[in-house]
């Protein structure tokens, strides 16, 4: 752990953004610290200026964050818990601004479309900006009565902003999943339900993906995520990221491992942790 007087969680976004509120749910004891960038979390942790790291992975309207698959393996860290945040999308605006005033809004480029609905219904045209809570720091400072931000609740509370409307994404399942992430790893068996990380690149023989997963289908271990992605520029050197559902040290998934370690050149875990309630319910 870092000398800080109190623990603290490095994310990716201003205060408000809805990786600070991951952090809020996931660890409402430690102090958030806030990076400009996933490479300024990462150092954070290094540096030991935070003792954890919350990091968003993938979306359920979205898909899989940019980059994020590439910058894991190369962080240092290790994952060690899961977490899960409805994505719920409320319009804000400088206090007493009434919502018919509202005729334009500011927010993320990935939060706009998910409630390209409602907008449409309300005759509201929309900006993309580079953090929405950032968008909602800026309107806080300013004197704009017809502008709002989309952000989460928690950015209004932190920048003193009134919510004129609650939840109008477009999906009412829109998640993002979130990982925490230390700089150590812990192999404990800390719940009934584990699930393992992992990255790994396969040989270059015919075939060795597909053989590469074979010990995972006839072991019975269940495989929640597999992508791919290129490393060093090449079209040949092409890496994997997976999670599974299991402990390293469960007999199936042990023998799963070593016959896709037979087919690789490198395997490296990046994390061994229970698998989050909300996992089920989404």
């Known amino acids: 752990m870092s000398q800080q007087s109190a623990p603290r969680i490095a994310f990716q976004g201003a205060l408000g953004a809805y990786s600070h509120e991951a952090c809020l749910q996931a660890r409402p004891d430690m102090i958030p610290v806030p990076c400009v960038t996933f490479e300024g979390v990462f150092r954070a942790v290094k540096e030991g200026r935070a003792d954890l790291a919350m990091l968003p992975v993938e979306n359920t309207t979205y898909g899989r964050v940019a980059d994020i698959h590439r ?141 590469a997963m074979g010990g995972f289908a006839t072991n019975g271990v269940n495989m929640t995520k597999l992508e791919s992605y290129m490393v060093g520029g090449s079209f040949t050197a092409t890496q994997f990221y997976s999670d599974i559902e299991g402990h390293p040290d469960d007999p199936a998934v042990k023998r799963a491992l070593e016959e896709l370690v037979y087919f690789t050149n490198m395997l490296d875990i990046l994390g061994v942790y229970p698998a989050h309630p909300d996992r089920h319910g989404i």
Not at 73 to 88: K, N, T
Not at 116 to 124: E, F, Q
């Open 71 to 211: 910058l894991l393996p190369q962080s240092g860290l290790r994952i060690i818990a899961e977490a899960f945040v409805r994505v719920r999308i409320c319009l804000m605006a400088q206090p007493g601004v009434k919502l018919e005033e509202i005729k334009h809004v500011r927010a993320h480029m990935v939060l706009i479309p998910q409630a390209r609905s409602w907008l449409d219904a309300h005759g509201i045209t929309s900006e993309a900006a580079a953090d929405s809570a950032g968008a909602a720091a800026e309107l806080a400072v300013s004197d704009e009565r017809s502008t709002g931000v989309l952000a989460s609740e928690v950015a209004a509370d932190i920048h003193g902003l009134t919510v004129l409307a609650r939840d109008i994404e477009d999906l009412d399942h829109n998640t993002t999943r979130f990982l925490l992430m230390s700089p150590e790893i812990d192999l404990a068996r800390r719940a009934d339900d584990m699930l393992t990380t992992f990255v790994f690149e396969v040989r270059n023989i015919p075939a060795a993906l597909y053989k």
